[in-house]
């Protein structure tokens, strides 16, 4: 066990900064965590994908 080098809130987008809402994280299980959440994010935030849509065949164009 690594020791803790961040200080990360355990809810994402909470705004409580108090000891029960806070918990102490190593840099690499902090990035890690902070991915995860961003990914979530993302994904719930919708646009446009990272892929482009089939395009139909040019002789059906």
């Known amino acids: 066990m ?9 809810v994402a987008k909470a705004d409580d900064h108090s000891d029960t809402g806070l918990q102490g994280l190593c840099g690499p299980c902090h ?3 902070s991915a ?3 990914a979530v ?3 719930a935030k919708g ?4 892929t482009r849509p089939p395009e139909q065949h040019p002789g059906l164009l």
Not at 2 to 10: L, M, T, V
């Open 2 to 10: 690594r020791p803790s080098a961040f200080c990360d809130h355990i």
């Open 41 to 43: 994010a993302a994904k």
């Open 36 to 38: 995860r959440e961003g």
């Open 31 to 33: 990035d890690q965590k």
């Open 47 to 50: 646009g446009p994908s990272r």
